[in-house]
């Protein structure tokens, strides 16, 4: 007897779409088939008309997680809700690492923090510096099961920023102990002499933050951090990518068998940098980088398409408005006087990422649903290392299963999400394509609107990377 049977299901994995049952016992997925009906479960769940798809990991997200003076408006039970409702069943957020502290102390912070999660959960490592104490860390941070490490090639002046001594010294020990550097690649030198510049000119309106940190600012420190890395000869993930010439740069490296591996957002491929000419809102679309243009995006999603866009994160950051305005003035008729210095930086998106790379992406015909299940899933998993655990519907595998629902037309909204803000920066738009139902670890966690989960059922998961993704490009 099973615990949960699946029926009458299309099953999508990277390179295939087939009918089948899915049978799950304690937790696992257990077998695979078009089974008799004498076949029993506690429950039998009839997927007629759906996809099944890998439950979708999102290893780039932003919770409890203190910046620029804010703190977010989620804790982890109530983002794992969210992305539940967004088709999430595996969620992977940062340490809060500052000058001065322990990782290690840091990460043990961070799994106690993340167990309210009713997802199962991993644990990306901050560096933000490589005194002998923090290096000495690296093979225990590995051994305890977190191989990825985040570093910001920016702010500086927040107290984040890995200089370039601290960014070879950790890719070196990245490489020799199995560990995946995840890069922010945003120029210092060139956003922070821009902004000071346009401090002194009284020019730091909405659009002025677009300008401070151009693709170029993006670019010089791809190269920098690609250059670093094939020097070190480590992996690299460059997150959070917004254009062409960056991956161009990835793009080369790859050509070469280089391990660079490029991860971009559902913000980029959608919202673009007119946002920023709307006086009462743009600063709600304020992160970094900056968005983009239609064309970038255009040029994002053919490489999502073609390869060298490996992954997809949503990295939100949930600000509520008001934290957004916490440190802006008001004129006299109650109106904000734009300063994008004090606005914090990160927007809105687990819960819209799947939705998004399915209407925009699988509906447009720009990708394939099997390259969507990749992108959200499969990649992501070997990349950070828990594939066979998660990212397939296999025998063994943990049963996390996505139930997609490709034809369903609705509208993301403020009220239709689940993200305990009051705003949407996709408001109003129509997607084709929805959850229809989250499954995490053989658990109905979503359901016709409904969340089922259970707040600290999430556990914190092992990882280690295979050395094949970290010595070649393989994904
Ligand atoms: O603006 C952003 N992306 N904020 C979140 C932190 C980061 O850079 O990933
Ligand atoms: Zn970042
Ligand atoms: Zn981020």
Redesign the pocket.
């Known amino acids: 007897m099973f615990d949960l049977l699946i029926r009458n299901g299309m099953m999508v994995s990277t390179d295939a779409t087939i009918r089948t049952d899915v049978a799950i016992k304690d937790g696992k997925i257990a077998a695979l088939g078009l089974f008799e009906d004498s076949v029993k479960a506690e429950r039998v769940i009839d997927a007629s008309g759906k996809y099944l798809l890998p439950g979708v990991i999102d290893a ?1 997200m ?1 919770v409890e ?1 203190p ?1 620029q003076g804010c703190f977010g408006a989620n804790d982890f039970f109530t983002q794992s809700v969210s992305a539940a409702f967004g088709g999430v069943t595996t969620i992977m957020d940062f340490t809060n690492t500052f000058p001065g502290d322990s990782v290690m102390v840091q990460l043990d912070k961070r799994i106690e923090e993340m167990s309210k999660s009713a997802l199962d959960f991993g644990v990306h490592c901050k560096f933000v510096e490589a005194p002998e104490s923090i290096l000495k860390e690296i093979p225990k941070i590995i051994a305890r099961g977190c191989p990825s490490f ?1 570093m ?1 090639m920016t ?1 500086r002046k927040e107290g984040v920023m890995s200089d370039d001594d601290t960014l070879l010294k950790i890719f070196k020990l990245a490489k020799e102990h199995g560990g995946l550097p995840l890069i ?1 690649a945003e120029s210092n030198a060139i956003c922070e002499s821009n902004i000071e510049e346009m401090k002194r000119k009284g020019t730091l309106g909405w659009t002025d933050f677009a300008e401070a940190k151009p693709v170029l600012c993006e670019t010089e420190a791809v190269s920098r951090a690609v250059l670093f890395s094939k020097y070190c000869g480590n992996a690299l993930l460059l ?2 990518t917004t254009n062409g010439p960056s991956v161009d740069i990835a793009r080369a490296a790859q050509a070469e068998g280089c391990p660079v591996y490029v991860e971009t957002c559902p913000h980029y491929l959608t919202l673009f940098k007119e946002l920023y000419e709307d006086k009462a809102n743009g600063h709600l679309t ?4 900056p968005l983009r243009t239609p064309e970038d995006a255009e040029t994002l999603w053919r490489h999502l398409a073609d390869g060298s866009i490996c992954v997809t994160g949503s ?1 939100d ?1 949930t600000y509520s408005r008001k934290e957004k305005e916490m440190f802006l003035e008001r004129g006299a008729d109650g109106s904000i006087v734009p300063d994008f210095t004090k606005v ?4 809105s998106g687990l819960e819209v990422r799947l939705p998004i790379l399915l209407s925009e992406g699988v509906a447009k015909g720009r990708i394939s649903l099997n390259r969507l299940v990749a992108l959200t899933s499969t990649n992501v998993a070997r990349l950070s290392g828990c594939y066979p655990q998660k990212g397939i519907i296999a025998p063994g595998s943990d049963a996390d299963i996505t139930l997609v629902d490709l034809d369903r037309r609705w509208r993301l909204s403020a009220d239709t999400l689940h993200n305990n803000i009051d705003y949407c920066l996709h408001e109003g738009m129509e997607v084709t394509g929805g959850v229809a139902m989250t499954i995490a670890s053989g658990k109905v966690v979503m359901e016709e609107g409904e969340f089922k989960g259970q707040k600290g059922a999430g556990r914190f998961l092992h990882r280690s990377i295979d050395e094949e993704v970290l010595s070649g490009y393989v994904l």
């Open positions: 780039h932003h997680a910046f985040k910001f702010y922010h997150v959070h304020i992160c970094s980088p990295d950051c914090v930086n990160g927007l």
